[in-house]
């Protein structure tokens, strides 16, 4: 019995099989073995509550001694990198080289920088404390929840960069957009106001955290002029020329302030200005 044309067997009596070319049964076992692509990773972290993906073991002679690659681990080291040295010096090499391994493995876990990043903003996210919408307090709630993100964002300068046009599909982080829209709803926000209110008052929180990291950062470098003392900034207002009458005059309000009042000014501003149905 010889093999026909096409993967063909003759079997007795002329009846044919057809049969599966031994390289095709090959590229469909290994396919199957094949790991899910990185999108697919994504979109199956998404899906999931927990938000980690299975540990990647080690290879190599001190595979063994090493702790196991995963998303927790991937986050972790990053934000101690910035919390170090600033969200400036994050890269996915500097990373790699945290945890003893090359950037190819991290990206077994994570797509890019940028999936690293809402990452980033969904852990620093999930420890925001989100309150049970009160009609009543309903402003001093939002104030709240804004300035739990400031606070988490100053911990780890220059964070906040990383949540600008960024439209955000972690858990985590949705989880807070919820929260706020919640409390807005309940103090009588109309819905597009509420959404959009969400959006100016975190792009606020977004901007003032990342302009503090980087008056901070600059303050400690000897040869940087840009930052300077409130004195400073008064001697050169009053020696301004006359075109400039009112920004002399009013100076001292104009240098007026911690960078918490102006935060807790801002927010108040912003959520006073937000017409609601009922009274406030």
Same mark, same amino acid.
Request: a positive charge.
């Given at each position: @019995? =010889?093999?026909?044309? =096409? =993967? %063909?067997?003759?079997?007795?009596?002329? #009846?044919?099989?057809?049969r599966r070319?031994?390289?095709?049964?090959?590229?469909?076992?290994?396919?199957?073995?094949?790991p899910p692509t990185p999108q697919e990773r994504r979109a199956a972290r998404h899906r999931a509550d927990t938000g980690a993906s299975?540990?990647?073991?080690?290879?190599?002679p001190s595979g063994g001694r090493k702790k196991p690659i995963t998303v927790d681990a991937i986050v972790d080291a990053a934000l101690a990198l910035v919390e170090r040295e600033g969200y400036e010096a994050l890269t996915m090499r500097r990373v790699a080289t945290a945890l003893e391994t090359g950037p190819s493995s991290l990206y077994a876990h994570v797509v890019n920088k940028e999936d690293l990043d809402e990452l980033l903003i969904g852990r620093l996210?999930? #420890?925001i404390d989100l309150p049970e919408p009160d009609p009543a307090r309903w402003r001093q709630q939002i104030v709240d929840v804004c300035t739990q993100l400031r606070d988490q964002y100053l911990r780890y300068p220059g964070i906040s960069r990383a949540a600008f046009a960024a439209a955000p599909s972690n858990l985590d982080?949705?989880?807070? !957009?919820?929260? @706020?829209?919640?409390?807005?709803?309940? =103090?009588?926000?109309?819905? %597009?106001?509420?959404?959009?209110?969400?959006?100016?008052?975190?792009?606020?929180?977004?901007a $003032?955290?990342?302009?503090?990291?980087?008056?901070?950062?600059?303050?400690?470098?000897?040869d940087d002029a840009w930052v300077v003392s409130r004195d400073e900034?008064?001697?050169? +207002?009053?020696?301004?020329?006359?075109? +400039?009458? $009112?920004?002399? $005059?009013? #100076?001292r309000e104009l240098t007026a302030g911690t960078p918490e009042d102006? +935060?807790? +000014?801002?927010? !108040?501003?912003? !959520?006073?200005a937000l017409p609601t149905s009922t009274a406030p």
């Open positions: @019995m =010889g093999a026909g044309r =096409g =993967g %063909q067997r003759s079997l007795p009596g002329g #009846a044919n099989t057809v070319p031994r390289n095709t049964v090959r590229t469909a076992r290994y396919t199957a073995r094949m299975a540990p990647a073991g080690r290879r190599g996210c999930a #420890a982080t949705l989880r807070v !957009t919820e929260g @706020m829209l919640a409390i807005l709803i309940a =103090g009588g926000v109309e819905p %597009q106001t509420a959404a959009w209110a969400i959006d100016s008052l975190t792009l606020y929180v977004n $003032h955290s990342l302009e503090v990291a980087l008056a901070d950062r600059r303050s400690t470098r000897a900034l008064l001697r050169r +207002f009053a020696a301004l020329p006359p075109s +400039f009458p $009112h920004t002399r $005059h009013y #100076a102006r +935060f807790t +000014f801002t927010l !108040t501003l912003l !959520t006073t």
